[in-house]
């Protein structure tokens, strides 16, 4: 299975990347793990007379092949499929470039591949919190928290009212750009594991998960007063009610049940 995006397939070409296989040794330089691991690497894709790109790179390698995708796509072909659906529900995301997949006679799974187009001055949120805002000491400062907190919690209730959850929703899983005097802008990444769930069961539960990853950095990077200002700027609230109040206390508690070894009462 080898999918690129139409926008990026002249670069590829002009690269001579038009297999699985060649691709894997252009971005790999021929030498793959020879044990199951994930590599994410940066790279510069520099056809000639074409402008260059520059990328992401993540690879999935199974030493043995892995039984347990036969009949379901890869870890790669999931967040390259997530990233379309983030574009469809309105979620900035990264923007995908090429997915691929190789299996052996059985149907395991060897290898697979993402490479999706790098942001501009990227970092997580955790990194770019501690660069630019670690506290609410200056006006700048808070401005900038102020502005992510809001971003996060819309981005968060829109893909929550599309039916669509991340899993995977930790600060490491959100990127900021930001360049003055422009606001940041934040996007969701990494996302592998997310999917709709429109009538599912578990609905509720996922959507308690991405909150309790959320809270799991804030409760260390925020004040209370911030962390209560997004749970109600998600649920799109001027002020507390009992349903809010009920809502993070439930949020609270799945991330104390969930990781028991970070939680020391916040």
Not at 100 to 106: I, N, V
Not at 132 to 151: D, E, F, K, V, Y
Not at 179 to 205: E, K, V
Request: charged share 25%.
């Amino acid at each position: 299975m080898l999918a690129i995006e139409m926008p990026y397939r002249p670069t590829f070409s002009a690269l001579e990347l038009n297999s699985f296989d060649s691709i894997v040794t252009h971005f790999t330089r021929g030498q793959c793990p020879g044990n199951t691991t994930v590599m994410v690497k940066p790279v510069l894709m520099s056809p000639r007379d074409l402008p260059p790109i520059a990328v992401f790179y993540k690879q999935y390698e199974y030493f043995p092949a892995a039984w347990e995708f036969i009949g379901r796509a890869s870890k790669a072909r999931c967040e390259f499929q997530n990233y379309e659906a983030f574009v469809r529900v309105g979620v900035p995301c990264a923007e995908r470039i090429a997915c691929g997949e190789s299996r052996d006679a059985l149907g395991r799974l060897r290898r697979a591949f993402i490479i999706t187009r790098a942001i501009p001055d990227a970092l997580n949120l955790i990194d770019f919190v501690k660069q630019h805002c670690p506290n609410g000491a200056t006006p700048l400062r808070r401005q900038l928290r102020a502005a992510l907190r809001r971003q996060l919690a819309d981005v968060t209730r829109t893909a929550h009212l599309a039916s669509f959850f991340h899993r995977d929703l930790f600060w490491r899983n959100v990127v900021v750009a930001w360049q003055p005097p422009a606001g940041p802008r934040l996007w969701w990444i990494d996302c592998p594991r997310g999917n709709f769930h429109r009538w599912s069961p578990w609905r509720r539960r996922h959507r308690l998960k991405d909150l309790a990853s959320l809270d799991k950095a804030a409760a260390q990077f925020c004040t209370r007063t911030e962390r209560v200002a997004f749970v109600r700027e998600y649920l799109g609230l001027k002020r507390l009610d009992p349903f809010a109040k009920r809502f993070m206390r439930d949020t609270l508690k799945y991330r104390q049940h969930r990781w028991p070894e970070d939680w020391d009462g916040r």
